[in-house]
């Protein structure tokens, strides 16, 4: 039977790991992440399921050839995920696997439901391939800010657009706390407005996971590709990974990865069918 572990038992889920996956597995069973773990034996893990915190997806991890598992998934999404989606507005299921393994069990076990799928991409940069000379000069209107707590508790009241870096960290962190302990971030602000913002979205061991977002109306002025670099030269003067993932079709995004000098790691397959 399919059951939930509480927080304090997520590390019995350690051996389940796939060590070249997602940072966002290592990052939630090492209790760094905030997201709810399912899994086949509440004692001796086999096979399980992460439903990230941030309702960005769903993993799959452990043995993909799990039969018991496998036969119960499809009544658990009905019975648990589809009760617990509706109540936070999700409407679609995007799972996928930390091994490629998963991929033919998640095919098959979702036949039917009209699956979709797409394909993502994993870059991490090594100091040796960080092209600094690319770093853009910006608008003089523009500044750029790191996020610390002084930064915080002196600009909260001071920028009118501030829940904006708030609800961008609360989405994959479980406390702003938390994330000014362990993550990194910038913004940068134009008249009193946050308009992009650049934070570790995941962090594991020394690896942090970029999360960029820029106001519609400040695109296309380098301005990601400024925080991206900020991002970088603090992550590798502290000898940390910087880490980016996005989808294959997301060309804006591979253009700032790889200008900065991000190389491919690995890809893998998401899923995804609606709930509704």
């Given at each position: 039977?399919?059951?939930?572990?509480?927080?304090?038992?997520?590390?019995?889920?350690?051996?389940?790991?796939?060590?070249?996956g997602q940072i966002e597995v290592k990052a939630v069973v090492g209790g760094i992440n905030p997201a709810r773990i399912f899994v086949d034996n509440r004692d001796y893990p086999n096979s399980g399921l992460i439903w990230l915190g941030n309702n960005?997806?769903?993993?799959?991890?452990?043995?993909?050839?799990?039969?018991?598992?496998?036969r119960e998934l499809n009544e658990f999404v009905d019975k648990v995920i589809v009760p617990e989606a509706q109540k936070i507005g999700l409407k679609w299921f995007e799972v996928m696997g930390n091994h490629p393994n998963w991929n033919k069990s998640i095919?098959?076990?979702?036949?039917?439901?009209?699956?979709?799928?797409?394909?993502?991409?994993?870059?991490?940069?090594?100091?040796?391939?960080?092209?600094?000379?690319?770093?853009?000069?910006?608008?003089?209107?523009?500044s750029v800010h790191k996020i610390s707590q002084s930064f915080y508790d002196e600009n909260k009241d001071k920028y009118h657009n501030f829940p904006f870096l708030e609800n961008r960290i609360l989405e994959s962190w479980s406390s702003?706390?938390?994330f000014l302990n362990k993550g990194i971030g910038y913004?940068?602000?134009?008249?009193?407005?946050?308009?992009?913002?650049?934070?570790?979205?995941?962090v594991a061991d020394n690896v942090h996971c970029i999360d960029i977002e820029t106001l519609a109306e400040h695109q296309r002025k380098k301005l990601a590709q400024k925080l991206a670099h900020m991002f970088v030269k603090e992550c590798l003067d502290k000898g940390m990974i910087p880490y980016?993932?996005?989808?294959?079709?997301?060309?804006?995004?591979?253009?700032?990865?790889?200008n900065v000098g991000?190389?491919?790691q690995f890809n893998y397959v998401g899923y995804e069918f609606s709930l509704e």
């Open positions: 039977m399919i059951t939930e572990l509480n927080k304090d038992e997520f590390s019995k889920c350690k051996h389940l790991i796939n060590s070249q960005d997806g769903f993993l799959f991890i452990g043995n993909e050839e799990n039969n018991e598992f496998n095919e098959k076990i979702f036949q039917h439901r009209h699956l979709g799928s797409w394909n993502q991409r994993v870059y991490v940069l090594e100091e040796a391939d960080y092209n600094q000379h690319t770093e853009p000069i910006i608008e003089q209107e523009y702003i706390e938390s913004v940068l602000v134009y008249e009193h407005t946050i308009v992009s913002v650049c934070i570790s979205g995941f980016w993932d996005c989808t294959e079709v997301n060309k804006p995004s591979i253009a700032v990865a790889e991000f190389k491919r």
